[in-house]
């Protein structure tokens, strides 16, 4: 009854003899209507169910700190297609690999990357990943240049040779607060790889300026208020497209191996080029997408290593056979031991746990009518603890990705860390690569395990950190 006064319709119903199912009809059509468009008169497909959750804040707490258990709540109470309102927005959740598969095939063409645009788009706007279709495509055809096999070789020397001494530079032995030097390491090797230069003072600005972007978009108030999150978030991408801007001509100039450089001089087989602007809007999305990403991954390792001492002891023992010469992309293909545990680590800790899609048309989903002008999400951080797909899904166990086992072959579309379909991540073997060399390095010179009284967690309230910085207890080896 209460959820009957709540949405405006007649109480005394309840007294009349077969009350309670007309209460509910009613209390169904009218939820709809206040929800989703219903689907056409007619249509054998079923409206999206759902429901706002509280009164202003909607789901927003949940989907903020709930995790997968939130996500597993609404499978089981409405399915794989499901309708909330979160951060004053409304959206349907897509969950599982079977929705996942029809949003990232996109036969219709009717899910556009637009759904970005609600949350990074002020601070990230026209980065490949916000781009659609036809442009999309174009622009990915020329990036694409700048991500070739031999590139790939030279940025992973840099990689190697900046690893190799700012690890060797960390403390022998004590606390070692690991997501923050790793966050402020692989800033410095996308400036130098992606700029080709160190960044002098100017580096903790650059890296203020990134995570204010970054944290803009999940901001509960989304209105530049001064002192606010999306107002910080705004300064940070002023602060990178000036950085970015006032380096293009000489980039265009010269002739250096780097990415900005690459992208400078990508050139279309009908000869198109980038302009300086979309040059400065790639730069910036790029060097977010990879920093980030790549510290999240490193530390998720790290972090599983510590509390499994047999993995981190079989995965050195693999690293150490190498021996000491340079991490070469042939060396790195011979690990399979540490291609396991990150891809188990990348199960565990999605780097990027959901992804934002808008319906620029009516479609159909799974036999739900989707109306246009949706936000939908997909979510790779539920589809990777699914008990359907993955056996005792939230224990570590890399040797599920083995023969004869692989659990990730159980659906397509099951591990999706990297997404799926044209907007797949085009520096997946670049991350997979600086995630391998930077644990190559760590095992070579430390054995660590997680601090003393330290439990570990993350903070969902933008893309995954570990609490605290993620304190180890590290012992210096070699
Ligand atoms: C472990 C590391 C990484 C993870 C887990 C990751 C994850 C993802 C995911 C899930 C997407 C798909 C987004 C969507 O469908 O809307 C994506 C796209 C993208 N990623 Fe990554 N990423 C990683 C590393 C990198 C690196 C190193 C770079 C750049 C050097 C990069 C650049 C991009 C770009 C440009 C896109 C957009 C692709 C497109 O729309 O065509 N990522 N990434």
Same mark, same amino acid.
């Given at each position: ?48 169910? !759902?429901?706002? !959750? ?181 300064? !940070? ?129 799974? !036999? ?111």
């Amino acid at each position: 009854m209460s959820r009957l006064r709540r949405d405006g319709t007649g109480v005394s119903l309840a007294t009349l003899p077969g009350a309670a199912t007309l209460e509910a009809a009613l209390y169904r059509v009218r939820w709809q209507e206040r929800s989703l468009a219903p689907p056409p008169a007619g249509s054998a497909l079923q409206g999206v169910p !759902g429901d706002r !959750g509280l009164p202003v804040l909607g789901h927003s707490l949940e989907v903020l700190i709930g995790g997968p258990e939130y996500a597993r709540r609404r499978w089981e109470r409405y399915g794989p297609v499901s309708w909330l309102d979160a951060f004053g927005i409304r959206e349907v959740a897509l969950l599982g690999p079977d929705a996942t598969e029809i949003v990232f095939t996109n036969r219709d063409g009717a899910f556009s990357q637009r759904g970005w645009d609600r949350f990074i788009g002020p601070f990230f706007h026209r980065g490949l990943m916000l781009l659609d279709f036809e442009e999309h495509l174009h622009h990915r055809r020329l990036m694409q240049a700048a991500f070739t096999r031999p590139r790939l070789a030279v940025y992973m020397q840099r990689v190697d040779e900046i690893g190799a001494v700012a690890i060797a530079r960390w403390p022998a032995s004590g606390e070692l607060r690991l997501h923050f030097r790793l966050k402020q390491l692989s800033l410095d090797i996308a400036t130098q790889i992606f700029m080709g230069e160190r960044l002098g003072p100017e580096a903790d600005a650059l890296n203020d300026a990134f995570v204010a972007a970054v944290r803009g978009g999940l901001a509960l108030i989304r209105r530049p208020v001064p002192g606010g999150r999306w107002s910080a978030g705004l300064r !940070g991408r002023r602060r990178l497209e000036a950085y970015f801007r006032e380096r293009v001509p000489a980039k265009r100039a010269g002739d250096s191996d780097d990415l900005f450089t690459a992208l400078c001089h990508a050139t279309g087989e009908d000869g198109e080029r980038f302009t300086d602007e979309d040059i400065v809007n790639h730069m910036v999305f790029l060097m977010m997408a990879a920093h980030d990403t790549s510290t999240i991954t490193t530390g998720a390792v790290a972090s599983h290593l510590a509390t499994h001492s047999g993995w981190q002891g079989r995965v050195r023992e693999e690293a150490l056979a190498l021996g000491d010469g340079p991490l070469t992309l042939e060396a790195l293909d011979r690990l399979p031991l540490l291609d396991l545990v990150i891809k188990e680590s990348l199960r565990l800790v999605a780097p990027v746990p959901s992804l934002a899609r808008e319906t620029v048309k009516d479609t159909e989903l799974l !036999g739900h009518h989707i109306p246009a002008g949706i936000l939908v999400s997909v979510s790779p951080w539920f589809n990777h603890y699914m008990p359907e797909y993955w056996s005792e899904p939230f224990r570590f166990d890399p040797e599920r990705f083995a023969e004869p086992r692989r659990e990730d072959r159980s659906h397509r579309f099951a591990w999706v860390p990297f997404g799926g379909g044209v907007h797949k991540c085009i520096g997946m073997h670049l991350g997979m690569f600086e995630v391998k060399t930077l644990l190559v390095h760590l095992l070579r010179r430390y054995r660590w395990e997680l601090a003393p009284g330290y439990r570990m967690r993350w903070d969902l309230s933008a893309l995954p950190v570990p609490s605290r910085g993620l304190p180890l207890s590290v012992e210096r080896i070699a």
